[in-house]
């Protein structure tokens, strides 16, 4: 199979690469120092890269998590429908418990299963080439998605604007582009004035790490700032809006995404600064009423008491570590997916947003 390498004219490092059988990831475990891609060829070993976070942002995981599927399936060595049913949907149960909270996982996954459904007159062998196409039009319809929802979300913005974003929502978090950098960059793209301040994000340093790095490849003027600085910015006239992604949107507008984006938020309504997320319709979840039933992720002690091997805190002490909060809506001043900008009534806005897409 061809490179699968879209849009080479998009800015942003394409963090998913797949060609004759093989998907390549970046590590982004070990950037900003270093630029290592692993290659996959088995859905166990993508499973672990998505729950290790080698692979992290939600549309990323989707996309990665439709590779790890056809993997699944190619291994498969029954020739009945029923019996590649079964095994296929034990692959997508094995990928779909890696990340929890990240909503596109699950729908990628529903993707891929339901083209096998609907195929039930196949051949094993075509449904298998039907999945590995599948999961490279997933990969190709993010980008093209990441555009679009930037040139929504640029027109937002004024023609001189400092930006405040928390965690990393660019190229590396999606197929390429981004979501909340692809509005970045496609603000700089219509020639507007832009510096974004990029907090660190802790405890995993996305923003220090992958968002500050993303930039400087594309020579996009950013300020590193620690997650503590921002309410200071703000208070100083600093900060003229604020994008940020997101892993999972209830019906009613509730974001969940990265831990402290709710903090950010409450921070913004304070200040009078528009606070704006965006984010695919794939990350929207009609059967999920409200932001209490968004499951929350909880990581590793060891990523708030260690930074790589060094050890930041006491031996024994305690640790709460979740990796997401939720942002209510009406804090959130717009939405911006692929098909426009909702705002208000995010009730009524987002269901005709997702219902563009059936």
Request: proline share 4%.
């Given at each position: 199979?061809?490179?699968?390498?879209?849009?080479?004219?998009?800015?942003?490092?394409?963090?998913?690469?797949?060609?004759?059988?093989?998907?390549?990831?970046?590590?982004?475990?070990?950037?900003?120092?270093?630029?290592v891609w692993l290659e996959y060829t088995d859905y166990h070993e993508v499973a672990?890269?998505?729950?290790?976070?080698?692979?992290?942002?939600?549309?990323?995981?989707?996309?990665?998590?439709?590779?790890?599927?056809?993997?699944?399936?190619?291994?498969?060595?029954?020739?009945?429908?029923?019996?590649?049913?079964?095994?296929?949907?034990?692959?997508?149960?094995?990928?779909?418990?890696?990340?929890?909270?990240?909503?596109?996982?699950?729908?990628?996954?529903?993707?891929?299963?339901?083209?096998?459904?609907?195929?039930?007159?196949?051949?094993?062998?075509?449904?298998?080439?039907?999945?590995?196409?599948?999961?490279?039009?997933?990969?190709?319809?993010?980008?093209?998605?990441?555009?679009?929802?930037?040139?929504?979300?640029?027109?937002?913005?004024?023609?001189?604007?400092?930006?405040?974003?928390?965690?990393?929502?660019?190229?590396?978090?999606?197929?390429?582009?981004?979501?909340?950098?692809?509005?970045?960059?496609?603000?700089?793209?219509?020639?507007?004035?832009?510096?974004?301040?990029?907090?660190?994000?802790?405890?995993?340093?996305?923003?220090?790490?992958?968002?500050?790095?993303?930039?400087?490849?594309?020579?996009?003027?950013?300020?590193?700032?620690?997650?503590?600085?921002?309410?200071?910015?703000?208070?100083?006239?600093?900060?003229?809006?604020?994008?940020?992604?997101?892993?999972?949107?209830?019906?009613?507008?509730?974001?969940?995404?990265?831990?402290?984006?709710?903090?950010?938020?409450?921070?913004?309504?304070?200040?009078?600064?528009?606070?704006?997320?965006?984010?695919?319709?794939?990350?929207?979840?009609?059967?999920?009423?409200?932001?209490?039933?968004?499951?929350?992720?909880?990581?590793?002690?060891?990523?708030?008491?260690?930074?790589?091997?060094?050890?930041?805190?006491?031996?024994?002490?305690?640790?709460?570590?979740?990796?997401?909060?939720?942002?209510?809506?009406?804090?959130?001043?717009?939405?911006?997916?692929?098909?426009?900008?909702?705002?208000?009534?995010?009730?009524?806005?987002?269901?005709?947003?997702?219902?563009?897409?059936?």
């Amino acid at each position: 199979m061809s490179n699968c390498d879209f849009f080479p004219d998009a800015a942003g490092i394409r963090p998913i690469k797949y060609s004759d059988g093989i998907l390549r990831l970046i590590d982004q475990r070990r950037l900003p120092t270093e630029e290592v891609w692993l290659e996959y060829t088995d859905y166990h070993e993508v499973a672990e890269a998505i729950r290790s976070m080698v692979v992290r942002g939600a549309p990323a995981i989707g996309v990665t998590a439709a590779y790890g599927a056809f993997f699944g399936a190619q291994a498969s060595k029954a020739e009945k429908y029923a019996d590649f049913v079964t095994e296929f949907e034990q692959v997508c149960e094995v990928l779909a418990a890696t990340r929890p909270t990240a909503v596109n996982l699950c729908w990628a996954l529903e993707r891929m299963k339901s083209l096998v459904r609907a195929n039930a007159d196949q051949p094993v062998g075509n449904l298998k080439i039907g999945l590995e196409y599948e999961a490279m039009a997933i990969n190709e319809e993010d980008i093209r998605i990441n555009m679009s929802m930037g040139r929504h979300g640029a027109a937002l913005l004024p023609d001189q604007v400092r930006i405040l974003t928390h965690c990393n929502a660019g190229a590396l978090a999606t197929g390429g582009y981004g979501t909340a950098l692809g509005v970045v960059r496609a603000a700089v793209a219509a020639g507007k004035q832009v510096t974004v301040f990029a907090d660190e994000t802790r405890p995993f340093l996305q923003g220090s790490r992958l968002t500050a790095w993303e930039l400087h490849q594309d020579h996009i003027q950013t300020i590193l700032i620690c997650d503590n600085m921002a309410g200071y910015l703000m208070s100083k006239g600093a900060i003229d809006a604020v994008v940020v992604g997101a892993d999972r949107i209830a019906a009613n507008g509730d974001v969940a995404n990265k831990i402290g984006t709710y903090t950010v938020a409450v921070l913004a309504r304070e200040h009078h600064i528009p606070f704006y997320v965006a984010a695919p319709t794939s990350t929207i979840d009609l059967q999920a009423a409200d932001g209490s039933q968004i499951p929350i992720e909880e990581r590793d002690s060891r990523e708030v008491t260690h930074l790589g091997d060094q050890q930041l805190a006491p031996t024994g002490v305690a640790v709460f570590n979740p990796a997401f909060d939720v942002t209510p809506a009406r804090l959130v001043s717009a939405i911006i997916t692929q098909h426009g900008v909702a705002r208000g009534n995010y009730t009524e806005q987002l269901a005709a947003f997702v219902q563009k897409d059936r």
